[in-house]
C-alpha cells in the first residue's frame, strides 16, 4: 500500500468514526436523570432500537477514531518512541472507557430483575467520570505532543490537542463530587469531535497535495 493510499484510508477512518459517534449520541440521548423506575423500563422499550443502535455506533465510531489516533502515530514515525507508545496505551484506555459504558446501555434493557433499568445507567454515568479523568486526557496529550514533534499535521492541530487534554483533565478533577457529570463539561465532547474531524480531513487533503506535487516533479 502506498504512503498515500494509507493516509487517505487513516483519515477516511477518522471522519467515519467521528460520524458514528455524533450520529450515536444523537439517536441514544439517554432517559431523564430523575426517571422513575417505570419510566426506565417504558424507555427501555419504547427507544429500544435507538438504544442498541446508538451503543454499535459508539462501539465501531471509538474504535476507527482510535484507529486514526493510531495511524497519525505511524505515518509521522512515532510508533517506536515513547510519546507514541503513550498514545497507543490512551488509546486502548479510551477504547475500554467506551466499551465499559455501552455495557450499560445494553444492561439497562433487561427488565429482569428490575433493578437492572435502575443500576446500569448509574453505572453508566460513573463511567463517563474515567473519560474525563483519564481516558481523553491519556490520547490527547500524547498525541498533541506526536504532531507538535513532527510534520505529520500542522503543528496548530498538536497544540489543540495538548489543550484538549489539559482541559478533560481539569474537567475530570472539577466534576469529581458530582455522581453525573454536568452538561456544560459534555460540551467537550463536541469540541473534541470538531478537532478528530478537521485533523483527519486535512490528512486526507495534505495526502492529495503529496500526490500532486509528486506528479509534477515527474512531469
Known amino acids: 500500500m502506498s504512503p498515500r493510499v494509507f493516509r487517505v484510508l487513516i483519515g477516511l477512518s477518522g471522519v467515519a468514526g467521528v460520524c458514528m459517534l455524533g450520529t450515536s449520541f444523537t439517536i441514544n440521548d439517554g432517559p431523564p436523570p430523575d426517571a422513575t423506575t417505570a419510566q426506565l423500563v417504558a424507555f427501555a422499550r419504547q427507544y429500544f432500537q435507538e438504544i442498541v443502535w446508538g451503543a454499535w455506533l459508539q462501539a465501531v465510531g471509538t ?19 515513547f510519546v ?22 445494553f444492561g439497562a434493557l433487561f427488565p429482569d430483575p428490575e433493578t437492572m433499568v435502575l443500576i446500569s445507567p448509574a453505572f453508566g454515568h460513573a463511567t463517563q467520570h474515567l473519560y474525563f479523568i483519564v481516558a481523553a486526557p491519556a490520547l490527547f496529550l500524547p498525541l498533541g505532543a506526536v504532531i507538535v514533534g513532527t510534520r505529520v499535521l500542522p503543528r496548530a492541530f498538536g497544540y489543540l490537542a495538548l489543550l484538549l487534554g489539559a482541559l478533560f483533565f481539569l474537567a475530570g478533577i472539577v466534576s469529581l463530587t458530582r455522581l453525573i457529570v454536568p452538561s456544560g463539561e459534555d460540551a467537550l465532547a463536541g469540541i473534541q469531535a470538531l478537532w478528530w474531524l478537521a485533523a483527519a480531513i486535512t490528512l486526507i487533503v495534505q495526502a492529495g497535495k503529496t500526490a500532486v506535487d509528486k506528479s509534477s516533479v515527474v512531469g
Open 63 to 81: 474504535v476507527l477514531t482510535v484507529v486514526f489516533a493510531f495511524g497519525v502515530v505511524y505515518v509521522a514515525g512515532a510508533a517506536n518512541r
Open 84 to 105: 507514541g507508545w503513550l498514545t497507543l496505551f490512551g488509546g486502548a484506555i479510551l477504547t475500554t472507557v467506551s466499551l465499559v459504558e455501552i455495557v450499560f446501555y
